[in-house]
Structure formats: structure tokens, C-alpha cells
């Protein structure tokens, strides 16, 4: 169940789609990773599931992506009447070098998708668009100064990237960036950034957030479209074996190591990218390619992970050690 939300600071509120959640938990999108089965799988263990709309290739496939997530959430709602699937997201890249944006818009509208979650820019028109249909709309930021500009152009929540998020992330430590979040926004807040364990998630909540965002435990499981050998190399690796960079992108994220070994690159002598070349959309360009298909971005939480589960096991363990937390805090351990 969720856990009341702290009602000092700021006026704290959630809109309802977001109040429902049953356990305090966003899956992050995962580019090329996430799919409908993952997005399913999360919903109907309680969490939000969510799917970046550039996964789907061709464009037309995000409109039979989405009738198969809305029928199979709906399905499970008549016969789980006392347990209805969360919610679920899609993440658009706003971005310039996004040539699809205003087709997937329309497709998004067609289903009205309950969270829109926005990367790469804050643009009121998209915001305007999903708040047309009764969405909402959760904005990723690295830093107060973009999060003051997210809410400016009427973003409904915050994403704090923080320091260790897996892909493009922050410098900034986490308790810092919600603190200073915290003394201005009182609404929807999910937190990212190495967190991958159901302790980490209550930690989340005990400094402000609303949420844990989470994604790079969810690519070591069945679900997720992620080869073998990434999955296994999430078990395999923890915190030292991720490498900060913006050398694929134009934007500084984290990677694993040993992806970039085996393009037969040396990690720890990456050159600096020209962050003006940036492309997060097409992934057309050998180097966006190597991104997000040699190179595996991850977060320094997976030491966390060390086996590949289905989502729905993953989610019951983070329950579990949520509720281990929880006692051993009242209990004053």
C-alpha cells in the first residue's frame, strides 16, 4: 500500500492517477529495452511501467503497441477487481532530432496514456497536448535551474536524474537535488539514480520523493528486450564497473564497462563529445547506434542485481525489503 505522503514543506499533493499507485515505484523507459510485455508486467505487479515511443519501429507499430498495453491491463482489471494494474507511461524525447514527435503524440492521444513522461526539453505545446486528453505529464531533470523551467511550462511532475542513474544522468547528488526541488514544488517527485533495492526506494520517500524511478534493474529480467549477455553483465558488474561519459551522445551518462571493452575501446581513455552533434532519436548514426546497442548504458546500483528474474519477482522483492526497512526503522534498529 502506499505510504502516506509527508505533508511538510510545500504543499504536497498527487493527481489521482498517480495517488493509486499501489507501491511507490515508476519503471524508467528504457530505450530499445523496454517493450509492452515489460510495461504489462510492471503495471500488473503494482508499479508504473513505461516504454519510450521511439522503441516502436516503425511508428505504426506504437499504435498496436499501445491498443495490446491498454486491452491487457484492461483484462486483468475485471478479473484482479481488488488489485487493478497500475498505471502506465510513455516517454517522448522532445528533442529537435526527433522527426516523430507530433505522429507519436497523436497516437498517444488516440489511447489517452495516463503519464507522459518528457526528455530532452520542456515544450509547453507537448505539455498542453497531454493535459488535453486528462495525462499528466512527469519531466526528467538533471539540475533545480531546468526543473524551475519544466513547471514554467507546465509540467505536472519532476524526474530528478541524480548522480548514478543509469544513461544520461547527473552529477548531482540525490540529496541535494530534492532538497532543493522541495523548497518550491509540493507535487508528483520520483527520484533516479542507483536505486535497486526496496531499502532504496524507502530512502527515496524518507527525503522527499514520491517515487523511486528505476530502471536498470528491470533490463536483467525475462521481460526486457535486452540481450543475454547485457543482462548477464548487470549480474555480473556493481558500481566500479560503470564509466561516466558523454562521448557517445553529446550528453554524459553512465555505461558499463566492460560494453565498451568489447567494441574494442578503452573506457578509461574516452575523448569528450561535441555535445551540438547530439542525437537521441533516430539512432541511425554509428555512434547513437554503438549508444544504445553496443554500448549498454546502466546505473551503479546493480550491485543490487545478481540474477536475471522475471519483472514481477523483481517488484516482490522490492516489496519485501521495503516493508524489512520500514520495520526495522519503527523497530529503531
Known amino acids: 500500500m502506499r505510504t502516506p505522503i509527508d505533508t511538510t514543506g510545500p504543499d ?35 508499479v508504473v511501467g513505461a516504454m519510450p515511443a521511439l522503441n516502436a519501429r516503425p511508428a505504426a ?63 509547453e505545446d507537448v505539455n498542453q497536448g497531454v493535459h488535453a486528453w486528462g495525462g499528466v505529464v512527469l519531466h526528467d531533470v538533471i539540475n533545480n535551474v531546468f526543473a524551475h523551467k519544466a513547471i514554467e511550462k507546465g509540467a505536472d511532475g519532476l524526474i530528478p536524474v541524480a548522480a548514478g542513474a543509469g544513461g544520461h544522468a547527473s552529477v548531482k547528488s540525490p540529496f541535494a537535488m530534492v532538497a532543493e526541488i522541495r523548497e518550491w514544488f509540493g507535487g508528483p517527485l520520483a527520484l533516479s539514480g542507483a536505486i535497486s533495492s526496496g531499502g532504496a526506494i524507502l530512502a527515496a520517500q524518507a527525503i522527499g520523493a514520491d517515487f523511486a524511478y528505476i530502471g536498470s534493474a ?8 535486452a540481450v543475454a549477455g547485457y543482462k548477464q553483465m548487470i549480474t555480473e558488474s556493481n558500481s566500479d564497473d560503470i564509466v561516466y561519459s558523454n562521448f557517445y551522445t553529446g550528453v ?45 548504458g546502466c ?17 516482490a522483492r522490492f516489496k519485501r525489503e521495503y516493508a524489512e526497512a520500514r520495520a526495522r526503522i519503527c523497530a529503531g534498529e
Open 61 to 123: 507499430q506504437l499504435d498496436e503497441w499501445l491498443a495490446e498495453i491498454t486491452e491487457a491491463l484492461a483484462a486483468h482489471d475485471r478479473t484482479h477487481p481488488d488489485a487493478p494494474a497500475a498505471p502506465f507511461a510513455i516517454n517522448q524525447i522532445v528533442h529537435r532530432s526527433n522527426d516523430r514527435l507530433e505522429h507519436d503524440m497523436q497516437v498517444c492521444a488516440k489511447y489517452k496514456v495516463p503519464i507522459v513522461i518528457t526528455s530532452l526539453g520542456a515544450r
Open 299 to 315: 546505473g551503479q546500483g546493480i550491485g543490487a542485481i545478481r540474477e536475471v528474474v522475471p519483472a514481477a519477482a523483481l517488484v
Open 218 to 225: 528491470f533490463i536483467a529480467t525475462d521481460e526486457a528486450r
Open 12 to 46: 504536497r499533493t498527487l493527481p489521482p492517477v498517480l495517488k493509486n499507485v499501489a507501491f511507490p515505484v515508476i519503471g524508467a523507459p528504457l530505450f530499445i529495452i523496454s517493450n509492452p510485455k515489460l510495461v504489462i508486467a510492471q503495471c500488473q505487479a503494482g
Open 252 to 296: 554524459h551518462g553512465n555505461y558499463l564497462k566492460s560494453s565498451i571493452r568489447n567494441a574494442g575501446i578503452d573506457p578509461d581513455n574516452l575523448p569528450q563529445s561535441d555535445p551540438s552533434q547530439m542525437n537521441f532519436a533516430s539512432g541511425d548514426g554509428d555512434a547513437a547506434a554503438k549508444a544504445w546497442k553496443d554500448i549498454w
